[in-house]
Each structure stands twice: as C-alpha cells, then as structure tokens.
C-alpha cells in the first residue's frame, strides 16, 4: 500500500492544479473571432422582452394589439429597427373596439424610422368581418399609408373563391385588396 505523507501531498497540489488548469486551456478549441462576434455591442440588442403586448390608441380608442413571445430593439446607429424573432400576432380593431383582422408570422421586424414592419414566415392575414383570409410567406405593411403588400406568391381564400398570384396590396386591415399576376381563381361550390 502506497503511503503519501501530508507534506508531500501538500506540496503536489498545486502542482496537479496547474497541469489540470494547462489541460483544460490546451483542450479548449475557441476561436477568437467568434467569441467577439458573439459579445460585440453591435450584434447585442438594447431592450430584450419575453412575453410582450402593446396596445396603441387614436382617440382613446385601441386600435392595435401587438403580442410576440419575444421582442429585441435595436436602437443604435441610423437605421434602429425591433425585432420579434419568435413570431408576431397584431390585432386591429374597429371603432367600436372588436377585432376587426389580424395578422399572424413566425417572424417579424419593424423598421423604426421608415414606419415599416415586415412579417416572414407563414404570415397569416384574416378579415373576420369578410371571413377572407391571406396567405404568404412575405408581407411589408407601411404604418405612413396604412397599407400591407406583399411581393411573392399569395393565397387569399373567400367563402366564395381562392384566388392565387404572384403579389398583392390591401388596406391595413385587409378590407380593399387586389391580386397582381393572377395564376389561378378557384370557385367554391357550395352544393352538397
């Protein structure tokens, strides 16, 4: 049986602490470059929110309701811009405070200074009043003109008909729209 003294085992601990410090060191694979990608200011967002919702009002009314699992604003530089990378749901509302069409995306990024948002990702646009509904996968909606247009491949389905294009542009709460490069017009046949 192998017998250490006390001294000599005092004397070896700090020894094996500096071989185990160098293996771990020597085992680490970092590259710097991403390490300062990760931590640099420009890349961190200046507000993080879990879980928000803001409402917005004209005349006392609310008029908007934005909900997001997760909202990121960054303020720096020309161009601030918030992000909502966990997906976006807005509510419009009418006059007398019922919802009048939402909006649905995975994702969503507003454009501070340009007023404009745009929704990627399964964007889902519904008019309850109409019982219309839009799908895209890109949609831009500018707060100045209060209108939404989206640039790529467009599904909106009526009670009466689906109609599919190539673009479209509606009103804000997808009362007025029009389908550009019209592909395909589908009626609804209600017999049964």
């Given at each position: 049986m192998i017998r250490i003294k006390k001294e000599a085992l005092t004397k070896?601990?700090?020894g094996l602490f500096v071989a185990f410090m160098a293996?771990?060191?020597c085992s680490c694979n970092t590259d710097i470059q991403k390490v300062k990608a990760l931590t640099s200011m420009d890349s961190l967002p200046d507000i993080s929110i879990d879980n928000i919702i803001v409402k917005q009002?004209?005349?006392g009314n609310i008029s908007t309701q934005l909900t997001a699992p997760k909202l990121k604003a960054y303020q720096a530089g020309?161009?601030?811009?918030?992000?909502f990378p966990n997906g976006i749901k807005i509510i419009f509302f009418d006059s007398l405070r019922q919802p009048k069409s939402e909006l649905t995306a995975k994702y969503g990024i507003s454009w501070d200074n340009k007023r404009l948002m745009e929704a990627k990702g399964n964007v889902v646009v519904k008019?309850?009043?109409k019982q219309a509904q839009l799908n895209t996968e890109h949609l831009t909606w500018n707060e100045n003109t209060r209108?939404?247009?989206s640039e790529v491949y467009v599904k909106?389905?009526?009670p009466e008909k689906i109609i599919t294009g190539k673009s479209m542009e509606s009103d804000e709460v997808f009362d007025n729209w029009v389908v550009r490069n019209v592909s395909g017009t589908f009626y609804v046949n209600e017999r049964r």
């Open positions: 070896m601990i700090p293996m771990y060191v009002s004209e005349s020309n161009n601030p811009y918030t992000e008019n309850f009043a209108r939404m247009y909106i389905s009526t």
